[in-house]
C-alpha cells in the first residue's frame, strides 16, 4: 500500500546542473501534481496533470518542466538548477473529476542547490 | 481566482487546553475546504473535509472545523490538544471539477507541557 513514493528525499545540486524528481502513484488516479513549499509560502503548485500524456502550468512553473507519459508517474525536471530552486518538493495524486477532491501527498524530495 | 488565508503564523497551546486556528476563503462558488497537517518530515495528512451539507464536520484525531458561509471561514478546532498534535496545520480550497487546490500558508501548532 505504497500511496505516492517520491524518489530522491534528499539531493545536493550545483548551479547549473540537471535533475529529475520521480513520482510514482498506485492509486491509478488521473490527476498528479508538483508543489514546492517554502517557509511562511505555504504549498505553491508549480505544473499538474490531469491525465496520461497532459500537462499543465501552476502559480510558480518557471524553471521546471514535468512529463507524463505513463498514467502512474509525473516526472518534475530541472535543467539547469538555481539556488532559487532550494525547497522541499511535494507530489500529490487525486481521483478522477468527479471525486472528492483530497489529494495524496508523498513524504517530499529536500533539494538543495549551492 | 481562489485564495486561503490562515492569519496565524505560529500558535502555542497548553497541553489540554483548546485550540482553534483560523482559516478564510476567497472564492465565488460553494468551495470544498480541507485541513492537511504536516508532522515535521513528514507530508501532509488529510484531516477533515467539506464539501456539502452539515457545515460541522468531523475529521481524525479528534479534528473538526465549521464552515460558516457568511464569514467565508473554516475554522479548525479541538477541545483538548495533546503533545503530538504539535504539527503545521494548512487549509486548502478546491472546488468540484476544478483540478487544482489552493493552500494556505500554514499555522504551526506548538504545544507546551
Known amino acids: 500500500n505504497a500511496g505516492v513514493t517520491q524518489t530522491p528525499k534528499f539531493r545536493v545540486l550545483k548551479t547549473g546542473q540537471s535533475m529529475t524528481l520521480l513520482c510514482a502513484q498506485d492509486m491509478n488516479h488521473e490527476y498528479m501534481y508538483w508543489y514546492r513549499q517554502d517557509p511562511g509560502m505555504g504549498l505553491r503548485l508549480i505544473h499538474y496533470?490531469?491525465?496520461?500524456?497532459?500537462?499543465a502550468k501552476g502559480e510558480v512553473p518557471d524553471g521546471y518542466n514535468v512529463s507524463r507519459l505513463k498514467k502512474q508517474n509525473f516526472l518534475l525536471g530541472l535543467e539547469s538548477a538555481a539556488p532559487s530552486q532550494t525547497s522541499v518538493y511535494f507530489c500529490?495524486?487525486?481521483?478522477?473529476?468527479?471525486?472528492?477532491?483530497?489529494?495524496?501527498f508523498g513524504e517530499g524530495s529536500r533539494l538543495t542547490v549551492l | 481566482a481562489q485564495s486561503v488565508t490562515q492569519p496565524d503564523i505560529h500558535i502555542t497551546v497548553s497541553e489540554g487546553a483548546s485550540l482553534e486556528l483560523r482559516c478564510n476563503y476567497s472564492y465565488g462558488a460553494t468551495p470544498y475546504l480541507f485541513w492537511y497537517v504536516q508532522s515535521p518530515g513528514q507530508g501532509l495528512q488529510l484531516l477533515l473535509k467539506?464539501?456539502?451539507?452539515?457545515?460541522l464536520v468531523q475529521g481524525i484525531k479528534g479534528f473538526e472545523a465549521e464552515f460558516k458561509r457568511s464569514q467565508s471561514s473554516f475554522n479548525l478546532r479541538k477541545p483538548s490538544v495533546h503533545w503530538s498534535d504539535a504539527a503545521e496545520y494548512f487549509c486548502?480550497?478546491?472546488?468540484?471539477?476544478?483540478?487544482?487546490?489552493?493552500f494556505g500558508t500554514g499555522t504551526k501548532l506548538q504545544v507546551i507541557p
Open positions: 496533470s490531469v491525465g496520461e500524456g497532459t500537462t
Open positions: 486548502a480550497v478546491g472546488r468540484r471539477g476544478y483540478q487544482k487546490v489552493t
Open positions: 500529490a495524486s487525486k481521483g478522477t473529476l468527479g471525486e472528492a477532491g483530497e489529494l495524496f
Open positions: 467539506y464539501f456539502s451539507g452539515d457545515t
